[in-house]
């Protein structure tokens, strides 16, 4: 990911309205400023991200349509398809430690370092299997979207080592996703390093929530 694209996206995403869902009660609640203002600008980098990989989106719809074997969403029905996905990831991922949030049409799920990787490491900490077990039954059966999968760390280290390992951490989430039959064709692996932290990384709760992995979950629509 390049930074000066993740620059121009930051003022855009801050005014990106979130709602989050508790991943123990499922209810909806309000993030605090500092947390949605992070999580709103990775959503938006990811979405830039896809929308700019390619000099024309719709052929790039067209091709990824083909590979996967699946048609778009006809624009009347998004909001209500994107509904039905994520209230069964809500139902899925209650008590798992994952957050739920709704971005416009978008469905970002948070998935915090003490629940996926150890400090450092790209490795899946095994616990962290049946929640992506989980995501994957979902992820199958509502299958008109891009899977948009972003590694993030905590601030320990340099920026250009933590860019690595964030890129090393999406990875590993996505070739384990691949293993449950989802389509390589849905995937887009991006790696934002410590540029969207969303708790204060001079406390190691913080640390622990900046060291997550973020799936997001963006509609192929027809004419996109």
Known sequence: MHKPLITAVISLSLLSACTTFDPYTGEQKTTNTAKGAGIGAGIAAVVSYIKN????????????????????IAGGGVGYYMDMQEAKLRKQLRDTGVSVERDGNNINLIMPGNITFRSGSAAINDSFFDVLNSVALVVQEYDKTIVAISGHTDSVGSSSSNQVLSEQRARAVANYLRTRKISDARFEVIGLGENYPIADNSTAQGRAENRRVELTLVPITEGA
């Open 53 to 72: 990989k390619d000099a024309s989106s719709s052929d790039r719809r067209r091709r990824m349509l083909k590979a996967a074997g699946i048609g778009a």
